[in-house]
């Protein structure tokens, strides 16, 4: 929708992940061959379960499933982290939450650049997880002081990009052509570039330090290392990714399978080799590098600061089981102590929902005055469960490991920086679990007015 002449964040937002499902799409064909797995899946889910069908349609999920994505990308410095930032703010995007990767050996700290608003959500849940490098991580004195100086001189969004960026903050937004200009040109700087900035050498430092920071450091731009299409069984999809000659990771990541969904659960194709061409470098002999994959991702149900508590415990309880026992194992054990069905989650406190009135009874207001719980237990007000937006750090980790090999530090043991990412940042992030309470207490106030 557009209003005085500017197109809004959501349409803009809109334009910009479809342009780069397509160039994702272009840059790695096997992109496309997980999309149609996931679109199979997922009608195959619909056709299987109509109530599913009914809860997503009535949620206003169901139009949402097949344009919903997620992206990730890497970002070398304080001045890149604080520029996207407002970039992202053009499209309707907003700093989510604060993830520490480097409790599982991976140099960066991370939020997650999304809307934030009931609205926005409906329209298009388009969001990036965006990581910092960790320069700081690096023992190597003189290797951090190489990787600066590099992150210094390049320049990642195009002049006309920046332009346009401080042209929509001080005119309240950007006109329909305008729009789209910006969204070409912020598609530049996620493009991905097939020549290394720096020598064989240089590459080869960086990268014996981190896969990562070699992935970071080298290149022109920080390219788009996935998208991720959404599907409602990942396991169907996990399972039938090697028929289609795509190579799944090992293991899901995330909570174990169960009959309500929890937050998020996440899998992926392998990385791809890619061949690189190294600055001042013979271009017949190229050298390989290995970034790029495709990732899935389930979400369930956002759970409470107390829910969150939970799961967090009986997460920490399936990581300290024996080592003979298989970790899958370990971790379906364990939450067996969670609720697996909506009513409980809700009753206990665990899971966040969205209120509304079914429409029934309720003519004379006599029934809008008994309890809340009386009410749905006869079907006056139905509670939906609130989808989980956001992400988790262990997941996420592990994500990243797995496509990044699995030499190197295991742990920097607990380096969280949140202070120090949101100076660079030039802005606080998000409580994300705050937005779900808010979510759910504006449900709740309307049933009250009504």
Same mark, same amino acid.
């Given at each position: ?36 797995? $996931? ?42 982290? =604080? ?24 140099? $960066?700290? @991370? ?52 332009? *346009? $960026? ?94 309500? =969904? ?40 956002? *759970? ?63 029934? @809008? ?59 606080? $992030? ?21």
């Amino acid at each position: 929708m557009e209003t005085t002449g500017f197109a809004d964040g959501d349409e803009i937002r809109t334009r910009f992940s479809r342009r780069m499902s397509e160039m994702y799409r272009r840059e790695v064909p096997q992109y496309g061959a997980l999309l149609d797995l $996931v679109a199979d899946v997922n009608a195959a889910a619909l056709r299987r379960d109509p109530s599913l069908r009914e809860r997503l349609a009535r949620a206003g999920e169901l139009e949402r499933l097949g344009v919903e994505r997620h992206g990730a990308i890497r970002l070398g410095s304080a001045g890149e982290l =604080a520029t996207m930032r407002r970039v992202f703010a053009v499209m309707g995007m907003q700093p989510v939450g604060y993830y520490d990767l480097s409790i599982a050996g991976v140099p $960066v700290h @991370a939020t997650a650049f999304r809307p934030v608003d009931d609205s926005s959500l409906a329209r298009n849940p388009f969001r990036v997880f965006t990581s910092l490098l960790r320069l700081d991580l690096i023992e190597d004195a003189g290797l951090r002081r190489v990787a600066t100086e590099i992150l210094e001189r390049r320049r990642i969004f195009t002049p006309r990009l920046l332009a *346009l $960026v401080e042209r929509a903050e001080g005119q309240g937004g950007l006109a329909g052509t305008e729009a789209d200009e910006l969204v070409a040109e912020a598609l530049q700087t996620f493009r991905w570039h097939s020549a290394a900035t720096v020598d064989k050498a240089t590459y080869a430092r960086l990268h014996d330090a981190h896969r990562l920071v070699a992935d970071v450091v080298c290149f022109k731009g920080p390219h788009i290392n996935h998208l991720t299409p959404r599907t409602l069984d990942i396991d169907a999809v996990q399972a039938a990714m090697p028929a289609r000659g795509i190579a799944a990771k090992t293991v899901i990541e995330g909570p174990p399978p169960r009959k309500v =969904a929890l937050l998020l659960r996440q899998t992926s194709f392998k990385a791809l080799e890619e061949r690189i061409a190294f600055a001042g470098e013979d271009i017949r002999a190229p050298g390989t590098h290995t970034a790029r994959f495709g990732e899935i991702e389930q979400r369930g149900v956002a *759970l409470t600061r107390k829910g969150r508590a939970r799961y967090d415990a009986l997460l920490a309880r399936a990581r300290r089981g024996a080592s003979g026992q298989d970790y899958a194992g370990r971790l379906a054990g364990a939450f067996k102590d969670f609720p697996d069905d909506l009513p409980t989650l809700r009753r206990e406190g665990l899971a966040f929902f969205r209120y509304a009135r079914t429409g029934r009874g309720n003519r004379d207001g006599v029934s @809008a005055r008994l309890p809340l719980e009386t009410q749905i237990e006869r079907g006056l007000v139905r509670a939906d469960p609130i989808v989980y937006e956001d992400f988790l750090p262990v997941s996420a980790a592990g994500i990243f490991q797995s496509n990044l090999g699995e030499t190197g530090p295991r742990s920097y043991a607990g380096n969280a920086a949140q202070a120090a990412f949101e100076q660079a940042l030039g802005a606080p $992030v998000l409580d994300e679990i705050a937005l779900y309470e808010a979510a759910q207490a504006r449900s709740l106030d309307a049933l009250a007015q009504r």
